[in-house]
Nanobody
């Protein structure tokens, strides 16, 4: 499975961005998906995860109420809608897929990764 993330960019604080992650392969609809981010000098951090069935979602506390993860299994795509962006959201954002139906919150729980897309929020 290959993942291609897109949608990053430069935005002012308070603005919005929507990240997309297109997946190839026939296993997407059976795979939990997640978004992680990594800021310079920091470890990769879980941001949000969604189950294969879309019924279960998880978020890191700092983005709850601002970010929404969703997926379209017909299009093999997972999204991350980011609203009310803050400078501390600046990072490279990675999408990831797991060979399981429920999302984990640790990088080792995911089996394949996209290349990352840069999100920069200016103050």
């Amino acid at each position: 499975v290959q993942l291609q993330a897109s949608g990053g960019g430069l935005v002012q604080a308070g603005g919005s961005l929507r990240l997309s992650c297109a997946a190839s392969g026939r296993t997407f609809s059976n795979s939990a998906m997640g978004w992680f981010r990594q800021a310079p000098g920091k470890e990769r951090e879980f941001v949000a995860g969604i189950s294969a069935s879309e019924m279960t979602t998880y978020y890191v506390g700092s983005v709850k109420g601002r970010f929404t993860i969703s997926r379209d299994n017909a299009k093999n795509t997972v999204y991350l809608q980011m609203n009310s962006l803050k400078p501390e959201d600046t990072a490279i954002y990675y999408c990831a897929g797991a060979s399981r139906r429920l999302p984990g919150q640790r990088p080792y729980e995911y089996d394949y990764w996209g290349q990352g897309t840069q999100v920069t929020v200016s103050s």
